[in-house]
């Protein structure tokens, strides 16, 4: 079992920036860690991932330049750091964890098994 915990939402304005954070414990073995949003009515949406083994990072097209992943797989914890907002990147924002291998850094849903609650990030215009 992996439990994930997001934090660092809020509402912020266009142009601003913002950190998420997602603490993990549980199963220490984690071979990738990712972001995603989903706004209401619509489907979740693959934001960032990283592969916490083997290395590799994925961007959706939407945030790409604009936010940044990382990890501290020492705290066990995952980064999200959001630059340049906007009001389309307002959304409920869920940590994932995958705990098999994995060939590249996945980016759909089917590709984590765990989920946080999620953190909200709304940006006003």
């Known amino acids: 079992q992996v439990q994930l915990v997001e934090s660092g939402g809020g509402l912020v304005q266009v142009g601003d920036s913002l950190s998420l954070s997602c603490a993990a414990s549980?199963?220490?073995?984690?071979?990738?860690m990712g972001w995603f949003r989903q706004q209401p009515g619509k489907e979740r949406e693959f934001v960032a991932a990283?592969?916490?083994?083997?290395?590799?990072?994925s961007y959706g097209d939407s945030v790409r330049g604009r936010f940044t992943i990382s990890s501290d797989n020492g705290k066990n914890l995952l980064y999200l750091q959001m630059n340049t907002l906007k009001p389309e990147d307002t959304a409920m924002y869920y940590c994932a964890a995958r705990t098999y291998n994995s060939l590249r850094v996945p980016e759909t849903t089917s590709g984590y098994n765990y989920w946080g609650q999620g953190t909200q990030v709304t940006v006003s215009s």
């Open positions: 549980g199963r220490p073995v984690r071979y990738a």
């Open positions: 990283i592969r916490t083994i083997g290395g590799g990072t």
